[in-house]
């Protein structure tokens, strides 16, 4: 199975802040990386799929990127309504797997 | 606008099987574009995918599972169903279905199922 080690595991921020969550897999998941936000009592939503593609009326503020083995979650700047649980995942090789997530509240 | 909707028993006993339905509304469940899915995620716990199913039949399951996942669909009710037999109280958890191109797009609002005498 390909793991995907997400970090920090949680982390508070200020409104405004640009904040990054990161991901390293265990193999390559070539660019098969999607990432999700996920609210209590709400289905999760995709943000980005295959590691930089923006999901349609997802805003701009959220970007994906790639470097070696390290996928990246970038929220330019944090708005109220972000904050949340963020998973990756990877799609390439099944069992498709995520990330342990990473829990975003307010500083 | 696609919508996916759970539906079947909140309860299950430990060792009987967990039956799930997914109802599609608003697009086809048999476009040759998608497959369709279920993930879950126990209390307190991440997301954990358990299978995917295309419309031509073509599966997938999450071998942790233990063979014990069976997803079926119907393409005549454009629905789509899981089976979990033998469960115990680590089957426990918030079952969601979804739809998947590359990530899943579209996501029912899950259903909590509870392993319980």
């Known amino acids: 199975d390909i793991q995907m080690t997400q970090s920090p595991p949680s982390l508070s921020a200020s409104l405004g802040d640009r904040v990054a969550i990161t991901c390293r897999a265990s193999?390559?998941?070539?660019?098969?990386v999607n990432w999700y936000q996920h609210k209590p009592g709400k289905a999760p939503r995709l943000l980005i799929y295959?590691?930089?593609n923006l999901q349609s009326g997802v805003p701009s503020r959220f970007s994906g990127s790639r470097s070696g083995p390290d996928f990246t979650l970038t929220i330019s700047s944090l708005q109220p309504e972000d904050f949340a649980t963020y998973y990756c995942?990877?799609?390439?090789?099944?069992?498709?797997?995520f990330g342990q997530g990473t829990k975003v509240d307010i500083k | 606008q696609v919508q996916l909707q759970e539906s079947g028993p909140e309860l299950v006993k430990p060792s009987e099987t967990l039956s799930l339905t997914c109802s599609v509304s608003?697009?086809?469940?048999?476009?040759?574009?998608?497959?369709w899915g279920w993930i879950r995620q126990p209390p307190g716990k991440g997301l954990e995918w358990v299978g995917d199913?295309?419309?031509?039949?073509?599966?997938y399951y999450n071998p942790s599972l233990n063979s014990r996942v069976t997803i079926s669909i119907d393409t005549s009710r454009n629905h789509f169903s899981l089976s979990l037999t033998s469960v115990s109280a680590a089957d426990t958890a918030v079952y969601y279905c979804?739809?998947?191109?590359?990530?899943?797009?579209?996501w029912g609002q899950g259903t909590l199922v509870t392993v319980s005498s």
């Open positions: 979804a739809r998947r191109l590359v990530g899943y797009d579209y």
């Open positions: 608003g697009g086809s469940i048999s476009s040759s574009s998608y497959y």
């Open positions: 199913i295309h419309y031509s039949g073509t599966t």
């Open positions: 193999q390559s998941p070539s660019t098969y």
């Open positions: 295959a590691t930089g």
């Open positions: 995942q990877q799609t390439y090789r099944t069992p498709w797997t």
